[in-house]
């Protein structure tokens, strides 16, 4: 049987667009003889539509424009995921054939931890569910369908089917994809099935969907594979008697079978006819086989670049600013938007105070210009003496301490901001996982903007991505061209100096500031991190790690007191198992201190 899986760039809410792309998906399968076409879950709405669930007229539009494509299903058939009106709405799989919807799966299991709350919107669905294409009996389930070990995906290979398909809008964090692929090969050996996975992909506010799209044999073996973070069309030849002949071979699953069929697990369809490939010299079983990114560094560089292009382009945003100080995180940020956008929609914003080093200052520019893209002089220190003025009275009997610290990062917020509100450019903020976590940011300073495009990416793994930015591979990967040069003379791969990442991080919101003043070094802060917040590991848990107990001490105490920060921090890209936000919902008012 030839597949085609379509792992499309879905844009939650635009029905028409979503619909436009399947329909140039499915003649596009057409073209190349498919007689299976998959589409993502929820491909039609754009995953996930929350509670746009809850409009009547969004489901109503939504199942209008299905039955349009089913019209234009001829010749073949097409399975894409779309929210069902019933009695109750079900996050379901339409099959499409001969100009109708021929058939409907509703998904049964509904994910509701992490990212998910589809118990808020969907009902589950009964059982598996099987249709016939040329005499081959096909298993149909969306997303965790095929996580969970079991039914439904075993009832339908109990019940006959040799290939069972599952649509999907995964949600990436790093390895997610070798994850799924090491998870549907235990699931193809234990039904002896063929398997296809059509993932979805593109950025939808703090997610990303990899697409990763992949066809996996009886046996447990790839055979077919498509990129990750592009649209693109896998086309796959599977051989299903081979499937067939290995299950005469092992007599273990016949009575397993047998009662299957007692409990009538197949869904009432009539047999769909579609056309072999007309091919005269058949094309060998499988497909494509796209190696995976690697190493990790280059896949989640390739996440967070697809996570920021499309929240700027779905966004409507032409432009974007964001404050480059010669430091680490926003040299990131910057090569980042650069190679999403291209130079010439990135503005850097450069802010000196009298505490930012001439080195630093130097660097900023340097990258800058390295990358190609605009830059705006804005020295702050004439606005921090007139704040000073203003507040010297109030302030008179007191130290200078962190709050002239927070002013400098508060002045430099409301500058970006001007350029936002004067220009429509939207706000790029520069804080990471790590500074996030323990309340290193200002409000309403380096806090402020729009996108937080690294907010899940840990201290030690921004200086990885930069290294990683700078190396060949990286300069190579990446579309924007850059030749800086070291001040020794000496080239470079990539456009971030070295001098950046070899400087010792600080705020520069005072004489000879460094991080390590107020924090653990960051390889000892985030191992805290991960467990405290990713695994949920206790005191005692972090202590027997061999991590020093005042540093657990303190992190832990940061963390909890700051949530109040984080719940007003702009929506930020999820590149680990864990993030803040959708996945960590912690009170703000909390007095548990484990």
């Known amino acids: 049987m030839r597949l085609a899986l379509c792992q499309i760039n879905a844009t939650v809410g635009d029905i028409a667009g979503n619909a ?8 596009a399968a057409a073209q190349q003889d498919a007689q299976l076409i998959l589409f993502p879950e929820l491909a039609l709405t754009g995953y996930p539509p929350e509670d746009l669930l809850l409009k009547e007229h969004f489901l109503a539009d939504a199942a209008a424009a299905l039955r349009e494509l089913a019209a234009d299903m001829y010749g073949a058939v097409a399975i894409v995921g779309f929210p069902e009106r019933a009695e109750d709405v079900y996050n379901a799989a339409a099959v499409l054939a001969d100009g109708a919807v021929h058939a409907i799966y509703r998904k049964v299991y509904l994910p509701n931890y992490g990212v998910f709350d589809e118990q808020r919107y969907f009902q589950a669905g009964p059982a598996g569910a099987i249709i016939d294409i040329d005499g081959q009996r096909i298993g149909v389930t969306v997303c965790e369908d095929i996580w969970e070990p079991g039914p439904p995906a075993s009832e339908e290979a109990l019940a006959g089917a040799r290939l069972i398909v599952n649509i999907s809008a995964s949600p990436y964090h790093a390895g997610k994809g070798a994850e799924r692929e090491r998870m549907f090969a235990q699931r193809a050996r234990d039904n002896l099935a063929c398997i296809a996975f059509c993932g979805l992909v593109g950025g939808q506010d703090e997610l990303v969907f990899d697409g990763h799209s992949c066809v996996i044999d009886h046996s447990g073996r790839t055979i077919a594979r498509a990129a990750q973070f592009q ?19 092992d007599p273990s699953q016949r009575p397993a079978a047998r009662r299957s069929e ?7 369809t009539l047999p769909v006819s579609a056309p072999a490939p007309a091919h005269a010299d058949p094309a060998p079983p499988g497909g494509a086989l796209v190696e995976p990114l690697a190493p990790v560094e280059a896949e989640i560089y390739s996440a967070l670049t697809l996570g920021l292009h499309d929240y700027v382009n779905k966004n409507g945003f032409q432009h974007v600013v964001l404050g480059v100080s ?22 850097a914003a450069i802010m000196p105070s009298p505490f930012s080093s001439s080195a630093t200052q130097a660097d900023a520019r340097a990258l800058a210009q390295a990358l190609g893209v605009r830059t705006h002089e804005l020295a ?5 003496d007139a704040y000073e003025r203003s507040l010297h009275a109030e302030f008179a009997s ?24 004067k220009f429509g450019w939207l706000v790029l903020t520069t804080g ?24 899940d990416v840990p201290k030690t793994l921004v200086y990885r991505l930069c290294a990683w930015r700078n190396s060949r591979a990286g300069a190579s990967a990446a579309p924007v061209e850059s030749s800086p040069t070291h001040p020794e003379g000496q080239a470079l791969a990539g456009p971030i100096p070295t001098s950046i990442i070899e400087r010792a991080p600080s705020a520069e919101l005072r004489h000879d500031q460094r991080d390590e003043d107020s924090l ?7 191992r805290i991190l991960a467990g405290y917040v990713e695994l949920d590991h206790s005191r005692e848990q972090l202590i027997a790690q061999g991590l020093p107990a005042p540093d657990v001490d303190r992190t832990i105490r940061l963390v909890d007191l700051a949530e109040y920060k984080r719940r007003q921090a702009p929506p930020g890209i999820k590149i680990t198992p864990r993030a803040f936000g959708r996945d960590r919902r912690m009170p703000i008012t909390n007095r548990y201190r484990g």
């Not at 007692?262 to 009432?268: N, Y």
């Not at 007191?398 to 509100?421: F, H, K, V, W």
């Open 262 to 268: 007692r409990r009538a697990l197949i869904m009432p």
């Open 326 to 347: 010669g430091g680490i995180d926003s040299a990131l940020v910057a090569c980042l938007a650069a190679d999403a956008l291209g130079p010439e929609r990135v503005s």
């Open 520 to 526: 653990p070094p960051y390889e000892v802060l985030d």
């Open 398 to 421: 007191r130290d200078p301490d962190l709050t002239e610290e927070n002013l400098q990062a508060r002045i430099r917020g409301n500058l970006l901001m001007a350029l936002s509100n």
């Open 20 to 27: 436009q792309r399947i329909r140039e998906g499915m003649r």
């Open 432 to 455: 990471n996982k790590s500074e996030m976590s323990v309340g290193y940011t200002t409000l309403y300073g380096d806090l402020a903007g729009g996108f937080a495009v690294i907010k």
């Open 380 to 384: 702050i220190e004439s606005i921090m």
């Open 231 to 249: 649209e693109q069309m896998l086309v796959c030849d599977v051989d299903l008697d081979a499937a067939a002949a290995a299950r005469l071979r």
